[in-house]
Protein backbone atom coordinates (compact mmCIF):
# COMPACT_ATOMS: atom_id res chain seq x y z
CA UNK A 1 0.00 0.00 0.00
CA UNK A 2 0.98 3.95 -0.33
CA UNK A 3 1.53 5.60 2.77
CA UNK A 4 1.79 9.38 2.94
CA UNK A 5 3.73 10.98 5.48
CA UNK A 6 4.68 14.60 6.62
CA UNK A 7 8.50 13.45 7.21
CA UNK A 8 9.27 10.85 4.38
CA UNK A 9 6.40 11.80 1.59
CA UNK A 10 4.99 8.86 -0.14
CA UNK A 11 6.01 5.60 0.34
CA UNK A 12 5.45 2.28 -0.67
CA UNK A 13 5.17 -0.50 1.97
CA UNK A 14 3.28 -3.79 2.71
CA UNK A 15 1.13 -4.78 5.73
CA UNK A 16 1.40 -8.77 5.97
CA UNK A 17 -1.34 -10.64 6.94
CA UNK A 18 -3.65 -7.63 6.63
CA UNK A 19 -6.78 -9.95 4.42
CA UNK A 20 -7.08 -12.23 7.35
CA UNK A 21 -10.36 -11.52 9.03
CA UNK A 22 -8.59 -11.84 12.85
CA UNK A 23 -6.17 -9.33 11.83
CA UNK A 24 -6.51 -6.04 13.86
CA UNK A 25 -5.13 -3.69 11.47
CA UNK A 26 -7.53 -4.78 8.43
CA UNK A 27 -9.60 -1.69 9.86
CA UNK A 28 -6.90 0.65 10.23
CA UNK A 29 -4.83 0.44 7.14
CA UNK A 30 -7.99 1.61 4.53
CA UNK A 31 -7.56 4.39 1.83
CA UNK A 32 -7.93 8.00 3.39
CA UNK A 33 -7.32 6.56 7.21
CA UNK A 34 -5.08 8.95 9.25
CA UNK A 35 -2.57 6.87 11.11
CA UNK A 36 0.84 6.50 13.67
CA UNK A 37 2.17 3.71 12.67
CA UNK A 38 5.37 1.52 12.74
CA UNK A 39 7.21 1.06 9.38
CA UNK A 40 10.51 -1.37 9.44
CA UNK A 41 13.11 -1.03 6.57
CA UNK A 42 12.65 -3.93 4.26
CA UNK A 43 15.19 -4.58 1.58
CA UNK A 44 12.60 -3.96 -1.25
CA UNK A 45 9.57 -3.19 0.45
CA UNK A 46 9.25 -1.39 4.14
CA UNK A 47 7.02 -3.82 6.13
CA UNK A 48 4.17 -2.11 8.38
CA UNK A 49 4.02 -3.30 11.81
CA UNK A 50 2.26 -1.74 14.28
CA UNK A 51 -0.70 0.61 13.35
CA UNK A 52 -2.52 3.25 15.69
CA UNK A 53 -5.68 4.96 13.94
CA UNK A 54 -6.08 8.74 14.86
CA UNK A 55 -8.90 9.66 12.45
CA UNK A 56 -10.50 6.77 10.16
CA UNK A 57 -12.56 9.83 8.39
CA UNK A 58 -15.33 7.04 8.33
CA UNK A 59 -17.42 9.62 7.17
CA UNK A 60 -16.46 10.01 4.25
CA UNK A 61 -17.98 7.08 3.07
CA UNK A 62 -21.63 8.33 4.43
CA UNK A 63 -21.50 10.54 0.95
CA UNK A 64 -20.91 9.03 -2.20
CA UNK A 65 -20.02 12.50 -3.64
CA UNK A 66 -17.96 13.57 -0.86
CA UNK A 67 -16.05 10.33 -1.14
CA UNK A 68 -15.68 11.15 -4.68
CA UNK A 69 -13.83 14.32 -4.02
CA UNK A 70 -11.85 13.02 -1.12
CA UNK A 71 -10.76 10.04 -3.41
CA UNK A 72 -9.52 13.18 -5.87
CA UNK A 73 -7.21 14.26 -3.69
CA UNK A 74 -5.93 11.71 -2.66
CA UNK A 75 -5.28 10.81 -6.23
CA UNK A 76 -3.63 14.76 -7.06
CA UNK A 77 -1.32 13.77 -3.80
CA UNK A 78 -0.64 10.60 -5.45
CA UNK A 79 0.31 11.45 -8.70
CA UNK A 80 1.97 14.57 -7.48
CA UNK A 81 4.03 13.27 -4.66
CA UNK A 82 7.54 11.20 -5.32
CA UNK A 83 8.74 8.43 -3.01
CA UNK A 84 11.57 10.02 -1.20
CA UNK A 85 10.21 13.43 -1.22
CA UNK A 86 8.90 15.83 1.90
CA UNK A 87 5.25 15.39 2.44
CA UNK A 88 4.96 19.26 2.49
CA UNK A 89 1.47 18.76 1.20
CA UNK A 90 0.45 16.79 4.28
CA UNK A 91 -0.79 19.52 6.41
CA UNK A 92 -3.15 20.55 3.84
CA UNK A 93 -3.99 16.90 3.01
CA UNK A 94 -5.43 16.63 6.46
CA UNK A 95 -6.79 19.68 6.34
CA UNK A 96 -8.95 19.22 3.51
CA UNK A 97 -9.96 15.74 4.98
CA UNK A 98 -11.43 17.45 8.06
CA UNK A 99 -13.36 19.61 5.88
CA UNK A 100 -14.64 17.57 3.89
CA UNK A 101 -15.97 15.06 6.68
CA UNK A 102 -17.12 18.27 8.68
CA UNK A 103 -19.55 19.19 5.95
CA UNK A 104 -17.92 22.25 4.32
CA UNK A 105 -18.60 23.18 0.83
CA UNK A 106 -16.44 20.09 -1.03
CA UNK A 107 -16.27 21.78 -4.48
CA UNK A 108 -14.53 24.33 -2.74
CA UNK A 109 -13.03 22.83 -0.54
CA UNK A 110 -10.90 20.70 -3.16
CA UNK A 111 -10.34 23.74 -5.28
CA UNK A 112 -8.35 25.63 -2.39
CA UNK A 113 -6.83 22.16 -1.99
CA UNK A 114 -6.05 22.32 -5.79
CA UNK A 115 -4.15 25.56 -6.04
CA UNK A 116 -2.21 24.94 -3.02
CA UNK A 117 -1.14 21.57 -3.61
CA UNK A 118 -0.11 22.80 -7.03
CA UNK A 119 2.28 25.25 -5.72
CA UNK A 120 3.66 22.73 -2.54
CA UNK A 121 4.18 20.71 -5.83
CA UNK A 122 6.08 23.21 -7.70
CA UNK A 123 3.30 23.36 -10.66
CA UNK A 124 1.91 27.03 -9.19
CA UNK A 125 -0.09 28.13 -11.53
CA UNK A 126 0.56 32.31 -12.23
CA UNK A 127 -2.19 34.32 -11.57
CA UNK A 128 -1.08 37.22 -10.83
CA UNK A 129 0.79 38.32 -13.88
CA UNK A 130 1.07 37.84 -17.60
CA UNK A 131 2.80 33.93 -17.57
CA UNK A 132 3.81 35.00 -21.28
CA UNK A 133 4.78 38.80 -21.09
CA UNK A 134 5.26 39.15 -17.51
CA UNK A 135 3.07 42.89 -17.59
CA UNK A 136 -0.06 43.01 -15.64
CA UNK A 137 -3.52 41.41 -16.48
CA UNK A 138 -5.26 44.11 -16.99
CA UNK A 139 -8.50 45.09 -16.33
CA UNK A 140 -9.99 45.27 -20.00
CA UNK A 141 -9.96 42.73 -22.83
CA UNK A 142 -10.39 38.81 -22.13
CA UNK A 143 -8.25 36.65 -20.43
CA UNK A 144 -6.98 33.40 -21.36
CA UNK A 145 -5.84 30.52 -18.90
CA UNK A 146 -3.39 28.35 -20.63
CA UNK A 147 -1.96 25.54 -19.03
CA UNK A 148 1.06 25.13 -21.30
CA UNK A 149 1.91 28.68 -20.94
CA UNK A 150 1.68 28.37 -16.94
CA UNK A 151 -1.36 30.11 -15.55
CA UNK A 152 -3.02 33.35 -16.64
CA UNK A 153 -2.27 34.93 -20.03
CA UNK A 154 -3.30 38.83 -20.83
CA UNK A 155 -5.78 39.45 -23.21
CA UNK A 156 -2.94 41.04 -25.77
CA UNK A 157 -0.93 37.97 -25.54
CA UNK A 158 -4.12 36.03 -25.33
CA UNK A 159 -5.12 36.96 -28.85
CA UNK A 160 -1.72 34.73 -30.25
CA UNK A 161 -1.09 32.08 -27.36
CA UNK A 162 -4.87 31.28 -26.69
CA UNK A 163 -6.20 29.45 -24.13
CA UNK A 164 -9.52 28.91 -21.92
CA UNK A 165 -11.53 32.07 -21.26
CA UNK A 166 -11.27 33.33 -17.99
CA UNK A 167 -13.60 35.43 -16.51
CA UNK A 168 -11.67 37.97 -13.79
CA UNK A 169 -14.55 36.78 -11.57
CA UNK A 170 -13.16 33.32 -11.89
CA UNK A 171 -9.87 34.24 -11.35
CA UNK A 172 -9.77 36.27 -8.03
CA UNK A 173 -11.69 33.37 -6.54
CA UNK A 174 -8.92 31.50 -7.73
CA UNK A 175 -6.98 33.79 -6.26
CA UNK A 176 -9.13 33.97 -3.00
CA UNK A 177 -8.99 30.23 -2.71
CA UNK A 178 -5.33 30.00 -3.10
CA UNK A 179 -4.72 32.56 -0.46
CA UNK A 180 -7.52 32.63 1.93
CA UNK A 181 -7.37 30.63 4.71
CA UNK A 182 -8.75 26.69 3.89
CA UNK A 183 -11.54 27.38 6.60
CA UNK A 184 -13.04 30.05 5.25
CA UNK A 185 -13.42 29.13 1.64
CA UNK A 186 -17.31 28.34 2.09
CA UNK A 187 -17.68 31.84 2.53
CA UNK A 188 -16.43 32.41 -1.05
CA UNK A 189 -19.90 33.28 -3.21
CA UNK A 190 -19.55 31.11 -6.78
CA UNK A 191 -22.27 30.66 -8.81
CA UNK A 192 -22.75 27.74 -10.67
CA UNK A 193 -21.01 28.50 -13.61
CA UNK A 194 -18.05 30.15 -11.45
CA UNK A 195 -17.85 26.51 -9.86
CA UNK A 196 -17.88 24.79 -13.04
CA UNK A 197 -15.40 27.13 -15.03
CA UNK A 198 -13.50 27.17 -11.94
CA UNK A 199 -12.93 22.92 -12.07
CA UNK A 200 -12.79 22.95 -15.79
CA UNK A 201 -9.88 25.22 -15.57
CA UNK A 202 -7.77 23.04 -12.76
CA UNK A 203 -9.03 19.98 -13.91
CA UNK A 204 -7.22 20.71 -17.56
CA UNK A 205 -4.46 22.59 -15.87
CA UNK A 206 -3.79 19.04 -13.62
CA UNK A 207 -4.42 16.67 -16.15
CA UNK A 208 -1.83 18.57 -18.61
CA UNK A 209 0.43 18.48 -15.80
CA UNK A 210 0.26 15.06 -14.63
CA UNK A 211 -0.15 13.94 -18.61
CA UNK A 212 -3.25 11.52 -17.76
CA UNK A 213 -6.44 11.85 -17.36
CA UNK A 214 -8.19 11.74 -13.50
CA UNK A 215 -9.88 8.99 -12.76
CA UNK A 216 -11.77 10.03 -9.71
CA UNK A 217 -13.09 12.74 -11.79
CA UNK A 218 -14.25 10.72 -14.47
CA UNK A 219 -16.63 8.41 -11.99
CA UNK A 220 -17.96 11.88 -10.94
CA UNK A 221 -19.01 12.94 -14.06
CA UNK A 222 -20.51 8.95 -14.07
CA UNK A 223 -22.31 10.49 -11.10
CA UNK A 224 -23.35 14.05 -12.19
CA UNK A 225 -24.63 12.17 -15.60
CA UNK A 226 -26.98 9.99 -13.56
CA UNK A 227 -28.30 13.00 -11.49
CA UNK A 228 -27.56 14.71 -8.32
CA UNK A 229 -24.13 16.23 -7.27
CA UNK B 1 20.61 -25.34 -16.38
CA UNK B 2 16.51 -26.88 -15.90
CA UNK B 3 15.03 -28.54 -19.07
CA UNK B 4 13.63 -25.86 -21.28
CA UNK B 5 10.01 -27.18 -20.25
CA UNK B 6 10.28 -26.92 -16.56
CA UNK B 7 11.42 -23.71 -16.64
CA UNK B 8 8.35 -22.36 -18.99
CA UNK B 9 6.65 -24.50 -16.31
CA UNK B 10 7.74 -22.39 -13.83
CA UNK B 11 7.07 -19.20 -15.20
CA UNK B 12 3.86 -20.13 -16.01
CA UNK B 13 3.01 -20.81 -12.16
CA UNK B 14 4.64 -17.43 -11.44
CA UNK B 15 1.74 -15.83 -13.08
CA UNK B 16 -0.68 -16.61 -10.42
CA UNK B 17 -1.44 -14.60 -7.17
CA UNK B 18 0.64 -15.20 -3.91
CA UNK B 19 3.25 -17.38 -6.34
CA UNK B 20 6.87 -16.39 -6.34
CA UNK B 21 9.62 -18.08 -8.63
CA UNK B 22 10.76 -20.20 -5.53
CA UNK B 23 7.29 -21.77 -4.90
CA UNK B 24 7.34 -22.03 -8.35
CA UNK B 25 10.14 -24.18 -8.69
CA UNK B 26 8.95 -25.99 -5.43
CA UNK B 27 5.61 -27.35 -7.38
CA UNK B 28 7.15 -28.06 -10.16
CA UNK B 29 9.97 -30.54 -8.53
CA UNK B 30 7.25 -31.63 -6.37
CA UNK B 31 4.80 -32.21 -9.48
CA UNK B 32 7.70 -34.32 -11.32
CA UNK B 33 8.50 -36.34 -8.43
CA UNK B 34 4.63 -37.63 -8.59
CA UNK B 35 3.10 -40.58 -10.92
CA UNK B 36 2.38 -39.38 -14.22
CA UNK B 37 -1.05 -39.71 -13.74
CA UNK B 38 -1.54 -37.89 -11.37
CA UNK B 39 0.54 -34.64 -13.44
CA UNK B 40 -1.96 -35.10 -16.20
CA UNK B 41 -4.78 -35.83 -14.23
CA UNK B 42 -4.04 -32.05 -12.75
CA UNK B 43 -3.41 -30.85 -15.92
CA UNK B 44 -6.89 -32.00 -17.40
CA UNK B 45 -8.79 -30.73 -14.60
CA UNK B 46 -7.07 -27.34 -15.56
CA UNK B 47 -7.85 -27.04 -18.70
CA UNK B 48 -11.59 -28.61 -17.99
CA UNK B 49 -12.36 -25.85 -15.19
CA UNK B 50 -11.54 -23.72 -17.76
CA UNK B 51 -12.93 -24.92 -20.80
CA UNK B 52 -16.67 -25.77 -19.12
CA UNK B 53 -17.09 -23.22 -17.09
CA UNK B 54 -18.78 -19.86 -17.88
CA UNK B 55 -20.42 -17.33 -16.46
CA UNK B 56 -24.21 -17.73 -15.77
CA UNK B 57 -26.56 -15.08 -17.83
CA UNK B 58 -28.56 -13.98 -14.70
CA UNK B 59 -26.77 -13.84 -12.17
CA UNK B 60 -22.91 -13.90 -13.72
CA UNK B 61 -21.62 -15.89 -10.97
CA UNK B 62 -20.06 -19.26 -12.75
CA UNK B 63 -21.41 -22.14 -13.85
CA UNK B 64 -20.72 -25.19 -15.79
CA UNK B 65 -24.56 -24.96 -17.13
CA UNK B 66 -26.36 -21.26 -18.23
CA UNK B 67 -29.02 -20.59 -15.92
CA UNK B 68 -26.41 -21.69 -12.65
CA UNK B 69 -27.85 -24.27 -10.13
CA UNK B 70 -28.94 -21.20 -7.78
CA UNK B 71 -31.13 -18.83 -10.37
CA UNK B 72 -32.56 -22.39 -12.21
CA UNK B 73 -33.31 -23.53 -8.40
CA UNK B 74 -37.75 -23.07 -8.11
CA UNK B 75 -36.93 -23.53 -4.20
CA UNK B 76 -34.86 -20.04 -4.13
CA UNK B 77 -37.32 -17.08 -3.53
CA UNK B 78 -36.08 -14.69 -6.65
CA UNK B 79 -37.52 -11.37 -4.76
CA UNK B 80 -34.41 -11.22 -2.78
CA UNK B 81 -30.70 -10.43 -4.68
CA UNK B 82 -27.67 -10.43 -2.80
CA UNK B 83 -25.05 -8.56 -4.58
CA UNK B 84 -21.19 -9.66 -4.09
CA UNK B 85 -17.89 -8.74 -5.45
CA UNK B 86 -16.77 -12.16 -6.55
CA UNK B 87 -17.88 -15.98 -6.96
CA UNK B 88 -15.78 -16.66 -4.26
CA UNK B 89 -18.18 -14.57 -1.87
CA UNK B 90 -21.36 -16.85 -3.05
CA UNK B 91 -19.83 -19.97 -1.20
CA UNK B 92 -19.63 -17.35 1.74
CA UNK B 93 -22.81 -16.36 2.00
CA UNK B 94 -24.21 -19.81 1.27
CA UNK B 95 -22.08 -21.35 3.96
CA UNK B 96 -23.98 -19.85 6.41
CA UNK B 97 -27.38 -21.32 4.58
CA UNK B 98 -29.31 -18.11 6.19
CA UNK B 99 -30.05 -16.83 2.95
CA UNK B 100 -32.59 -18.34 0.41
CA UNK B 101 -32.68 -15.76 -2.34
CA UNK B 102 -30.66 -15.34 -5.52
CA UNK B 103 -27.11 -13.86 -6.21
CA UNK B 104 -25.74 -11.29 -8.32
CA UNK B 105 -22.16 -11.61 -8.83
CA UNK B 106 -19.52 -7.83 -10.11
CA UNK B 107 -16.63 -9.30 -10.85
CA UNK B 108 -15.28 -6.41 -8.89
CA UNK B 109 -16.08 -3.06 -7.02
CA UNK B 110 -15.76 0.52 -8.03
CA UNK B 111 -12.27 2.37 -7.12
CA UNK B 112 -12.38 5.73 -8.52
CA UNK B 113 -8.87 5.89 -7.10
CA UNK B 114 -8.14 2.89 -9.42
CA UNK B 115 -10.29 3.90 -12.32
CA UNK B 116 -12.22 1.33 -12.36
CA UNK B 117 -15.77 2.71 -12.80
CA UNK B 118 -19.51 1.57 -12.84
CA UNK B 119 -18.85 0.12 -16.68
CA UNK B 120 -16.11 -2.46 -15.22
CA UNK B 121 -18.04 -4.28 -13.39
CA UNK B 122 -21.47 -6.22 -13.93
CA UNK B 123 -24.11 -3.00 -12.90
CA UNK B 124 -26.03 -3.19 -15.79
CA UNK B 125 -26.80 -6.72 -15.94
CA UNK B 126 -28.10 -6.23 -12.17
CA UNK B 127 -29.98 -2.86 -13.13
CA UNK B 128 -31.55 -5.39 -15.98
CA UNK B 129 -32.81 -7.90 -13.64
CA UNK B 130 -34.06 -5.37 -11.22
CA UNK B 131 -36.05 -3.85 -13.79
CA UNK B 132 -37.47 -7.02 -15.16
CA UNK B 133 -39.33 -6.89 -11.74
CA UNK B 134 -40.16 -9.48 -8.87
CA UNK B 135 -37.66 -7.82 -7.04
CA UNK B 136 -38.44 -6.71 -3.39
CA UNK B 137 -34.94 -6.45 -1.73
CA UNK B 138 -31.21 -6.02 -3.09
CA UNK B 139 -28.60 -7.00 -0.24
CA UNK B 140 -25.61 -5.11 -1.26
CA UNK B 141 -22.75 -7.61 0.46
CA UNK B 142 -19.88 -5.82 -0.85
CA UNK B 143 -16.69 -6.06 1.23
CA UNK B 144 -16.98 -3.44 3.95
CA UNK B 145 -13.66 -1.44 2.15
CA UNK B 146 -14.10 2.19 1.11
CA UNK B 147 -14.31 0.00 -2.59
CA UNK B 148 -17.16 -1.74 -1.42
CA UNK B 149 -18.73 0.86 0.37
CA UNK B 150 -18.57 3.23 -2.93
CA UNK B 151 -20.37 0.41 -4.57
CA UNK B 152 -22.92 0.09 -1.99
CA UNK B 153 -24.01 3.58 -2.45
CA UNK B 154 -23.84 3.68 -5.71
CA UNK B 155 -26.17 0.87 -6.16
CA UNK B 156 -28.36 2.62 -3.64
CA UNK B 157 -28.70 5.46 -5.25
CA UNK B 158 -29.22 4.17 -8.99
CA UNK B 159 -32.16 1.64 -7.33
CA UNK B 160 -33.66 4.91 -5.50
CA UNK B 161 -35.93 5.29 -7.97
CA UNK B 162 -37.34 2.06 -8.13
CA UNK B 163 -39.63 0.67 -5.11
CA UNK B 164 -36.68 -2.30 -4.21
CA UNK B 165 -35.83 -1.56 -1.02
CA UNK B 166 -31.39 -1.73 -0.67
CA UNK B 167 -30.12 -3.19 2.27
CA UNK B 168 -26.43 -3.61 3.91
CA UNK B 169 -24.89 -6.60 5.81
CA UNK B 170 -24.89 -5.68 9.16
CA UNK B 171 -21.08 -5.25 10.24
CA UNK B 172 -19.80 -5.62 13.78
CA UNK B 173 -17.46 -7.75 15.67
CA UNK B 174 -16.94 -11.07 14.77
CA UNK B 175 -17.88 -13.94 16.65
CA UNK B 176 -15.90 -15.58 19.36
CA UNK B 177 -13.35 -12.56 19.03
CA UNK B 178 -12.28 -10.34 22.07
CA UNK B 179 -13.43 -6.83 22.46
CA UNK B 180 -10.13 -5.92 23.63
CA UNK B 181 -8.77 -6.45 20.79
CA UNK B 182 -11.37 -5.23 17.97
CA UNK B 183 -9.96 -2.50 15.82
CA UNK B 184 -11.68 1.09 16.21
CA UNK B 185 -13.89 1.38 12.77
CA UNK B 186 -14.94 -1.88 13.95
CA UNK B 187 -15.84 -1.45 17.09
CA UNK B 188 -17.57 1.76 16.46
CA UNK B 189 -19.62 0.45 13.84
CA UNK B 190 -20.60 -2.48 15.98
CA UNK B 191 -21.74 -0.14 18.25
CA UNK B 192 -23.22 2.44 15.95
CA UNK B 193 -25.37 -0.84 15.09
CA UNK B 194 -26.11 -2.38 18.36
CA UNK B 195 -29.64 -3.71 19.15
CA UNK B 196 -31.81 -4.58 21.76
CA UNK B 197 -31.83 -7.63 23.84
Redesign the interface.
Known sequence: MTLFSKEDGKKQAVARGVRR??S?????L???AHLRCLVARGRQLDVIGQVE?LN?F?RL?E??TV??WA??V??VV?ATARDGEQGGSFPLLLATLHLLIEGGDPELTVRAFELRHLSAAGFEPELSVCCRCGGPLGDHGELRFNPAEGGAICATCGRTVGGAPLRRGVLAAMLYLKDADIRQVGRLFASNRDRAELEALLRVYLEFHLDRPL??L???D??RK?G?R | MLPAGVTRLIRELTRLPGVGPRTAQRMVFFLLARPPADTRSLAEALVQARERTCECSVCCGLTEGDPCSLCSDPRRDPGSICVVEHPADVVAVERTREFNGRYHVLHGA?S????I??EDIRLAQLLRRVKEGGCREVIVATNP??EG??TA??IA??LKPSEVQVTRPASGL?AG?DLE??????L??ALQGRKEI
Not at chain 1, 24 to 28: D, E, I, Q, V
Open positions: TSRRAGAQPFLSARDLLTSHLEDRSTFLTLEG | IPLDGGPSVETMYRLPSYADQVTSR
